[in-house]
Nanobody, 122 residues
Framework: QVQLVESGGGLVQTGGSLRLSCAASGRTDVTYNMAWFRQAPGKEREFVAAISWNDFIIYYTNSVKGRFTISRDRGKNTVYLQMNSLKFEDTAVYYC???????????????WGQGTQVTVSL
């Protein structure tokens, strides 16, 4: 079992930056593929970014390419999502997820955090 706790969300103006953190605990002897998803009010949860267990493969959804960066600190068992040039449409609850298999599909992820709210004001 892996427990995931997100932090770093908040209110930011358009064009601003935030860094989300996802701290893993529990069975951290296994290195998982990690991903960030988000869900805006009234919308389905969508894929944002993913990083493979060995950090060799990184995926982004098109709308965040060039603005968001996913990274991992193995010593801290933490994955980050650096979000720059934030837009109003980035407003959502952001979730991190872990899985033995790298995927862009939320249904394939076994472990989830509780989410952190990101609100971008106009």
């Amino acid at each position: 079992q892996v427990q995931l706790v997100e932090s770093g969300g908040g209110l930011v103006q358009t064009g601003g930056s935030l860094r989300l953190s996802c701290a893993a605990s529990g069975r951290t002897d296994v290195t998982y593929n990690m991903a960030w998803f988000r869900q805006a009010p009234g919308k389905e949860r969508e894929f944002v970014a993913a990083i493979s267990w060995n950090d060799f493969i990184i995926y982004y959804t098109n709308s965040v390419k060039g603005r968001f960066t996913i990274s991992r600190d193995r010593g801290k068992n933490t994955v980050y999502l650096q979000m720059n040039s934030l837009k109003f449409e980035d407003t959502a609850v952001y979730y991190c997820a872990a899985n033995p298999v790298l995927s862009r599909r939320d249904v394939e992820y076994a472990y989830w955090g509780q989410g952190t709210q990101v609100t971008v004001s106009l």
